[in-house]
């Protein structure tokens, strides 16, 4: 079992930075995909980013590039996700999540793809 613990969320003006960060336990992350997702109010949880097994690769949602960066730290089993040029349009719960199975490759932007989801963190900008 593993279990994800989101952090790092908060309230940020138009134009900020957060950083979150997904704590891993139970198990080491280093075998795991992880991805991020975020659900706004009334909304469907959409995918964020997310990085291979490996660390090698790196993927991400067309609203988020360029502004989000996705990175790992399996010393610290810890996923992070650096946000940038934050919009009001990326208010959400942010959630990240792992495949069930070590060393998964795959459709990583499919919600259904994620077996361990962590409680989420609230991100708010204001405009």
């Known amino acids: 079992q593993v279990q994800l613990v989101e952090s790092g969320g908060g309230l940020v003006q138009a134009g900020g930075s957060l950083r979150l960060s997904c704590a891993a336990s139970?198990?080491?992350?280093?075998?795991?995909?992880v991805g991020w997702f975020r659900q706004a109010p009334g909304k469907e949880r959409d995918f964020v980013a997310a990085?291979?097994?490996?660390?090698?690769?790196?993927y991400y949602a067309d609203s988020v590039k360029g502004r989000f960066t996705i990175s790992r730290v399996n010393a610290k089993n810890t996923v992070y996700l650096h946000m940038g040029s934050l919009k009001p349009e990326d208010t959400a719960v942010y959630y990240c999540?792992?495949?069930?199975?070590?060393?998964?490759?795959?459709?990583?932007?499919?919600?259904?793809?994620?077996?361990?989801w962590g409680q989420g963190t609230q991100v708010t900008v204001s405009s």
């Open positions: 990085i291979s097994w490996t660390g090698g690769s790196t």
């Open positions: 139970g198990r080491t992350i280093s075998g795991y995909a």
């Open positions: 999540a792992a495949p069930g199975g070590l060393y998964y490759s795959g459709s990583y932007n499919l919600t259904g793809e994620y077996y361990y």
